[in-house]
């Protein structure tokens, strides 16, 4: 069985004079159905082209050319792995991390004794 063709010629959010729909159903091997409906549609002269695609299935689909003379239509058929939902990371491991602390705590520790200094000092002029 092949696309419902579906027209629809009132306004629509695209801005487009007329549209054009297929409304296809995916079938995938474990016995799941997607509908997924790209859109053809006019503005003027200017040809609009919007594709539909089922993040599940990995399926895009949409128009590539229309012949009203002919009443035919070619479709574009596309897959694409379905995305995964975690986030990789990548461990790195570096050998002198121990030496970074330890120049870390040395500078904070400078720091420290640099304000007691200045704080006494105060107190000196005082």
Known sequence: ???????????????????????CKIYTTGGETFTVEPLFGQTGNDA???????????IVIGFVKIDPNEKKFLLAIGEKTPERDFIIMKAI???YI??????????????????????????DLK
């Open 1 to 23: 069985m092949g696309p419902e063709i579906l027209t629809r010629t009132s306004s629509n959010k695209y801005g487009a004079d007329f549209l054009v729909g297929a409304k």
């Open 48 to 58: 609009l082209y919007i594709e539909d695609r089922s993040k599940e299935a990995g």
């Open 93 to 95: 491991v570096f050998p």
């Open 98 to 123: 121990n030496v970074l602390w330890l120049g870390a705590i040395l500078m904070g520790f400078g720091t420290f004794v640099a304000f007691l200094r200045r704080l006494k000092q105060t107190k």
